[in-house]
């Protein structure tokens, strides 16, 4: 039986057949199957990073307009300059509304990392 080269296993790819007789490195196998697995292990750490970057990207934004929103119900005060009194239920959440509305800044971080991979698959070269 006449052997094809593609197929006697001495080019090492995956995938490729090897005949009895034919002298293929027993440690070959083993690499590229080690490689594959780390392939996988990587790609389904590269879509769990890019969902988690989705989820948690707009949060600061969302967070700024939330504040901004209660603020502007309340008819209260709201800038990144200082804290002014708001009163709910006689309680003073300026602070909380000072910090919500100053975690927008965090999108400038956040929203361009959710923009990085948005159909939530790596990207790879080659």
């Known amino acids: 039986m006449a052997s094809d080269p593609a197929m ?3 080019d090492s790819e995956p995938g490729s057949r090897v ?10 196998s083993v690499q590229w199957g080690l490689a594959g697995g780390l ?4 790609r389904y750490a590269s879509v769990g990073l890019a969902a988690l970057s ?21 008819g209260c005060e709201l800038n990144e300059a200082q804290l002014h009194p708001c009163y709910v239920l006689g309680q003073n959440i300026d602070e909380l509304l000072y910090n919500l509305f100053t975690l927008g800044w965090l999108s400038l971080v956040t929203l361009p ?14």
């Open 8 to 10: 006697d296993g001495s």
């Open 39 to 42: 392939r996988s292990v990587l």
């Open 113 to 126: 990392l959710a923009g990085r991979c948005p159909s939530g698959r790596a990207q790879h070269s080659g």
């Open 19 to 28: 005949e009895p007789g034919s002298s293929v490195d027993s440690n070959s």
């Open 54 to 74: 989705l989820t948690i990207g707009p949060f600061p934004t969302l967070s700024a307009w939330g504040a901004e929103a209660i603020a502007s119900g309340l």
